[in-house]
């Protein structure tokens, strides 16, 4: 569904993204970990078709929506015409399967983006994401800033939708403990580069791993 080759990303002279090769089976829950500055929102938009790259292949087999780093909104806007602006490219207008998906969403139609708390205005990306219809879904850092509990409730809406829809999922965190609750497989990115690969389980046993991404547990 994902099939990312030898990728190479860079700004100017600087390198973001070392051949990275990366796939994500359709249906499959994958988790991309690493630290600040690792190169993984490069990779996420580079998926999302807003980063040219240098050389490589992207190959997207269906529908891929993008949920970005810092949501993104335009906090002017009202939640409705925020989630509206997400079907726009594929033409689709009507919001209510995605009411129907995130009920809470329906409740705060009419408010502007702005004033909602964090945790509300990643649902409202979750759901401008969702308006596309998508089979594949690129999330970039679904818990930064937010409570874990808010946090909890996102990520329960995510492995329904990828349980119970088949929605593909690369879900990007600096969360590892998170990662390896809701994924089967993780890659982990240092400074450009794919250091490690595998179950999740196997990495969360990994010391390296485990030392730098699960706090020493
Ligand atoms: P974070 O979690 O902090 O967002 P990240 O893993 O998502 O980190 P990127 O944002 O992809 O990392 O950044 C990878 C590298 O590319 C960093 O060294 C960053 O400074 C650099 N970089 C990112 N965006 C640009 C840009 N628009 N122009 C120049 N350099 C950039």
């Keep these: 569904m994902i099939d990312v080759q030898d990728l190479v990303v860079s700004y100017g002279t600087a390198t973001a993204l070392e051949h990275v090769t990366l796939t994500v089976a359709a249906g499959e829950m994958v988790a991309l970990l690493g630290p600040n500055g690792a190169g993984k929102s490069t990779l996420a938009n580079t998926l999302a078709g807003l980063i040219t790259p240098a050389a490589g292949t992207v190959a997207i087999g269906g529908r891929l929506a993008l949920i970005p780093e810092g949501r993104q909104l335009f906090p002017d806007l009202t939640v409705a015409d925020n989630l509206a602006l997400g079907g726009w490219r594929s033409g689709r207008r009507?919001?209510?399967?995605?009411?129907?998906?995130?009920?809470?969403?329906?409740?705060?139609?009419?408010?502007?983006?702005?004033?909602?708390?964090?945790?509300?205005?990643?649902?409202?990306?979750?759901?401008?994401?969702?308006?596309?219809?998508?089979?594949?879904?690129?999330?970039?850092?679904?818990?930064?800033?937010?409570?874990?509990?808010?946090?909890?409730?996102?990520?329960a809406h995510l492995t329904e939708l990828n349980r119970e829809r088949g929605l593909t999922v690369l879900l990007i965190e600096q969360n590892a403990r998170l990662a390896f609750d809701l994924c089967h497989r993780a890659y982990v990115l240092e400074s450009g580069r794919l250091v490690t690969e595998g179950a999740c389980a196997d990495l969360a046993d990994d010391p390296r791993v485990a030392g730098a991404y699960l706090g020493g547990a």
């Excluded at 702005?114 to 649902?123: A, R, T, W």
């Excluded at 401008?128 to 409570?147: F, N, Q, T, W």
């Design 94 to 155: 009507d919001p209510s399967p995605v009411y129907d998906l995130l009920p809470r969403l329906a409740e705060l139609a009419g408010r502007r983006a702005g004033v909602l708390s964090g945790g509300e205005q990643q649902m409202v990306a979750f759901g401008r994401a969702m308006m596309s219809d998508p089979d594949a879904l690129v999330v970039d850092e679904l818990s930064l800033g937010l409570a874990p509990n808010v946090t909890a409730g996102l990520a």
